[in-house]
């Protein structure tokens, strides 16, 4: 069975950093692309960033690059999203997602993490 | 970025009726296979993979959900909808990255 177990909430003040995680299994981590994907509170869906942990090709967002780092390490099948200072609008639920295995380039996501709940507040 | 547009924002529909959603890409994504995806979520649970390859059933997807288009013009249809079927709904592309989403369309009952 194919499960993502994400981090639990966190509570941050502006400036501060974060590294929220989600640990995979059941299928083969590398040669699935990994992503993460932004839902802000009682709001759509938003594409972050993306790699392939077979070859650490990565792809951001235009509005995400820059501002958080996506990291995988293979020896824990966990992959991770990064803050090096969080603002007040980082407020958001974080999912997780995996691409289906073997492609080259990333298609839909078919399984996803439980979400990853980020405050930041002063 | 490729835009893609859901109409309606909402819809309110009987048990038992039809639900249709329609979602518009900014560009063709076609390419031997149209990059369209849809998800759906319900309140407080991550999306779900719904279709993919714009037409394909996703695992354990029920008969009801379909999807259909090719080009830029995509439909997802809920034939019976069941109570269980609220939620908000989101088309997907991956044509190229970022794969981006829909702005949803949240299927209510009437």
């Known amino acids: 069975e194919v499960q993502l177990v994400q981090s639990g909430p966190e509570v941050k003040k502006p400036g501060e950093s974060l590294r929220i995680s989600c640990k995979t299994s059941?299928?083969?981590?590398?040669?699935?692309?990994i992503a993460w994907v932004r839902q802000m509170p009682g709001k759509g869906l938003e594409w972050m960033a993306i790699m392939y942990p077979g070859d650490s090709d990565t792809r951001y967002g235009p509005s995400f690059k820059g501002r958080v780092a996506i990291s995988v390490d293979q020896s824990i099948r966990t992959a991770f999203l990064q803050w090096n200072s969080l603002e007040a609008s980082d407020t958001a639920i974080f999912y997780c997602?995996?691409?289906?295995?073997?492609?080259?380039?990333?298609?839909?996501?078919?399984?996803w993490g439980q979400g990853t709940l980020v405050t930041v507040s002063s | 970025d490729i835009v893609m547009t859901q109409s309606p924002d909402s819809l309110s529909v009987s048990l038992g009726a039809t639900a249709t959603i329609k979602c518009k890409s900014s560009?063709?994504?076609?390419?031997?296979?149209?990059?369209l995806a849809w998800y759906q979520q319900k309140p407080g649970q991550p999306p779900r993979l719904l279709i993919y390859?714009?037409?394909t059933r996703g695992s354990g997807v029920p008969g009801r959900f379909s999807g259909s288009g090719s080009g830029t013009d995509f439909t997802l249809t809920i034939s019976s909808l069941q109570a269980e079927d609220v939620a908000v709904y989101y088309c997907?592309?991956?044509?190229?990255?970022?794969?981006?989403f829909g702005q949803g369309t949240k299927v209510e009952i009437k």
């Open positions: 390859w714009a037409s």
């Open positions: 059941g299928y083969s981590f590398t040669t699935n692309w």
């Open positions: 997907q592309q991956y044509y190229n990255t970022p794969g981006t």
């Open positions: 560009r063709s994504v076609l390419y031997s296979y149209n990059y």
């Open positions: 997602a995996k691409a289906p295995t073997g492609t080259s380039v990333p298609y839909h996501f078919d399984s």
